[in-house]
C-alpha cells in the first residue's frame, strides 16, 4: 500500500479522519441547537451561549430556520466528504488490483521456462483471477477497519464529553463481547484455507476436462468428471455457508449485547437524572452508533483474517517469481538482417558462421545424465538432423539451443560468441520453434498465424507462406477467409492440418533460425515431402535444425547430429 500510490493513500486516511469528525460533530451539535430553541428547558450554556453570542454580534436572528441551515449545511458537507472518500477508494482498490495483476502477469511471462514448467498452471490462473482482486479486498477491509475505528474514537470522545462514567461501561462491554468472540476469528483463519483450496480443486477440475475431453467423449467418463467436479463445488458451498454463519453469529451476539447494554443506560440515566435530558437523548444516539461501529471492526477483522490464505498465496507468486521492469515491446522482437555485432537491442540473431556446442552437461533435477561434456557443431544455413532413440535427449537439446535449459557444463557459442543472459534475448528473437503438437489460440485464422510476429504483415504474404506449405486451401474453406473465427482447432482441422498451419505461423516470423521438434510426425508421405521441399529453398537464408526419428526425411539432411 505504501508504494501503490501513497498520496493518494494518505488523502483517503484524512478524509476519512474529517469524516469521522464530522459525522460525531453534528450528532453532538444538536445539544447547543436544542439549548437555543429552548428545547428542554434552561438556559444555553458553553458552547450555544458561544454561539448566541457571537450571532447576536453578527446581527444573525437565531431561529428554527436558521438553526436548520447550519444544521443542514454541516450533514450535507458531512455526505460530499463520504462521497469523495467512496470514489477515492474505488478508484484506489480498482488501480490496486490493475497494476498488482499486471505486475505479476508480466513476472510470470519473463521467468525462466524451467521455473514456469515446474509450477502449476492452475495456481497461476487462480492468482491472477480470484486471488489478486481478493487481496485488494484484503486491504480494502484494512481500510475499512481504520475508518471505523477513528469513527468510533470519534463517537467515545464526544461521548466521553457528555457522560464518561456510561461511555465507559459501553467500552467495557464491547471489549468483553470482543474477547468472548474471538475463538470466531480463529475459525475464520481456518475457513479462508479450506475456500482457496476447495476453490484451486475446482479450477484443477475443470482444467483437467479440457485437458483430456477427448478421450473423456471416447471412454464415456462424464460420470467420473461430474463427480470430481461435484465434490468440489459442494466444497465451495459449505465453506461459502459456514463463512457467512461465521460472521453474522458474532454480528447477532453482539447486537443483543448492545441492545441490552443500551436499554440499562437509559433505564439508570432516567432514573438518575444525572444527565439532562437533551444531553441524554444525544447520548442515546451516540450510543446508538458506537455499538454497530464495533460490530464492523469486529466483521472486517474476521473477514481479514479469512482472507489471509489468498493474501499468501499472491505474496509467494510474487516472491518466487523473478523481478521484472518491464517486458520488452513486440514490435522489438523482429527479425532483422544485421549481423550478430553491432546489433540493435531488439534485433534478432542472423546466424553467418554456426552453432557450436562445446563438452556440453545436462540432466534434469533427480535424472539421469542426458548429455555428458557432448560437442557438436550445426552448420548456418544448412538443415541438420537430429535423431536417436526416444529418451536419449534429442528434444532435450533443442531447449538448450532454444535458451529454454541452461547447460550444467560447457558452453553454446553462436557465430564464436557464448550464448548468455545478455546475447540470450536478442537470440531468441531470431528463433522460430515448431513443437511437436502445434498449438491454436481461440480466435482468427489470422490471429492465430501472426499473433507473435513483430511486423506487419500483408494477407498476400500469409497466403503466399500458407501456398508454400501447401496449406492455403485451409483458408478457402471458411467463408470469411482468414477472419474466420475458429475456436478448438483439433476439430477443425487434421493433425496434419495443424501441423501445415503452425509451420507457416513459425515461417511468417522471418527466423534466422528454424527449431522443428518432429514437424513432419503427422504428416503423409505427400505432404512431408512438400515441407521437406519448401525447408530446401529456405536453407538459403535460414539455419534448420530438425529432430526426427523418421528415416523418410533424412535424406534431406545435409548433416546428422546422432544422439
Not at 34 to 41: A, E, M, T
Not at 428 to 448: H, S
Request: hydrophobic share 45%.
Amino acid at each position: 500500500m505504501r508504494a501503490h500510490q501513497p498520496w493518494k493513500l494518505l488523502l483517503i486516511f484524512l478524509l476519512t479522519l474529517l469524516q469521522g469528525v464530522t459525522s460525531g460533530f453534528s450528532i453532538v451539535l444538536l445539544i447547543p441547537l436544542l439549548q437555543l430553541l429552548s428545547i428542554g428547558g434552561g438556559e444555553p450554556d458553553g458552547i450555544a451561549l458561544a454561539i448566541r453570542n457571537f450571532a447576536e454580534g453578527a446581527g444573525i436572528g437565531i431561529t428554527i430556520g436558521s438553526i436548520l441551515v447550519v444544521y443542514m449545511l454541516l450533514l450535507t458537507l458531512s455526505a460530499v466528504i463520504q462521497y469523495l472518500k467512496s470514489i477515492l477508494d474505488a478508484g484506489y482498490q480498482q488501480t490496486f488490483i490493475y497494476n498488482l495483476r499486471r505486475r505479476l502477469f508480466r513476472k510470470i511471462i519473463m521467468a525462466d521456462w524451467q521455473l514456469l514448467n515446474s509450477r502449476s498452471k492452475t495456481n497461476h490462473l487462480q492468482v491472477l483471477t480470484r486471488e489478486v482482486p481478493t487481496l485488494a479486498n484484503y486491504y480494502f477491509y484494512l481500510l475499512r477497519l481504520l475508518t471505523t475505528f477513528i469513527m468510533t474514537g470519534a463517537y467515545i470522545l464526544y461521548a466521553l464529553f457528555i457522560s464518561a462514567r456510561f461511555t465507559l461501561v459501553i467500552i467495557g462491554v464491547g471489549a468483553v463481547t470482543f474477547f468472548a468472540l474471538r475463538r470466531f476469528l480463529k475459525k475464520s483463519f481456518r475457513l479462508g484455507h479450506g475456500y482457496v483450496n476447495s476453490y484451486n480443486r475446482l479450477l484443477k477440475y475443470i482444467d483437467d476436462f479440457w485437458q483430456t475431453v477427448k478421450i473423456a467423449k471416447v471412454h464415456s467418463s462424464e460420470k467420473y468428471y461430474s463427480e470430481r467436479f461435484d465434490e468440489a463445488n459442494t466444497s465451495l458451498l459449505n465453506m461459502e455457508y459456514m463463512m457467512q454463519k461465521n460472521w453474522s453469529l458474532p454480528q447477532l451476539i453482539q447486537r443483543i449485547a448492545g441492545l441490552l447494554v443500551l436499554v440499562g443506560i437509559v433505564w439508570f440515566g432516567y432514573r438518575s437524572g444525572a444527565v439532562p435530558m437533551a444531553s441524554f437523548v444525544i447520548l442515546i444516539l451516540l450510543f446508538s452508533r458506537i455499538f454497530p461501529q464495533m460490530i464492523a471492526m469486529n466483521t472486517d477483522l474476521s473477514r481479514i483474517i479469512a482472507n489471509v490464505a489468498s493474501v499468501k498465496l499472491v505474496m509467494e507468486l510474487d516472491a518466487e517469481l523473478p523481478i521484472c521492469d518491464s517486458v520488452r515491446p513486440l514490435a522489438d522482437l523482429r527479425f532483422t538482417n544485421s549481423g550478430l555485432r553491432g546489433m540493435e537491442s531488439g534485433a534478432g540473431v542472423e546466424l553467418k558462421e554456426g552453432i557450436r556446442l562445446e563438452e556440453i552437461s545436462f540432466s534434469y533435477p533427480d535424472g539421469e545424465k542426458l548429455f555428458d561434456t557432448f560437442s557438436a557443431e550445426i552448420r548456418a544455413r544448412a538443415i541438420t538432423g537430429v535423431v536417436g532413440q526416444s529418451g536419449r535427449g534429442k528434444t532435450t537439446l533443442i531447449d538448450l539451443i532454444a535458451g529454454l535449459q541452461k547447460p550444467a557444463g560447457g558452453h553454446i557459442l553462436i557465430d564464436g560468441v557464448v550464448l548468455d543472459e545478455a546475447l540470450l534475448p536478442r537470440w531468441k528473437a531470431g528463433l522460430g520453434y515448431l513443437p511437436q503438437d502445434p498449438f491454436f489460440i481461440d480466435g482468427t485464422l489470422r490471429e492465430n498465424l501472426v499473433w507473435d510476429s513483430g511486423d506487419e504483415i500483408t494477407d498476400t504474404e500469409i497466403i503466399r507462406v500458407l501456398e508454400h506449405v501447401n496449406a492455403a486451401h485451409l483458408v478457402d474453406r471458411f467463408r470469411k477467409g482468414l477472419d474466420a473465427f475458429i475456436v478448438n482447432y483439433h476439430t477443425a482441422f487434421s493433425g496434419g492440418e495443424c501441423q501445415r498451419l503452425a509451420l507457416a505461423r513459425v515461417l511468417l516470423r522471418k527466423p534466422s533460425v528454424l527449431l522443428l521438434d518432429e514437424a513432419t510426425s503427422s504428416l503423409d508421405a505427400e505432404n512431408e515431402a512438400t515441407i521437406m521441399e519448401v525447408l530446401a529453398q529456405l536453407k538459403e537464408r535460414v539455419t534448420i535444425v530438425f529432430v526426427t526419428h523418421r528415416e523418410s526425411v533424412t535424406r534431406w539432411f545435409d548433416e546428422v547430429i546422432k544422439i
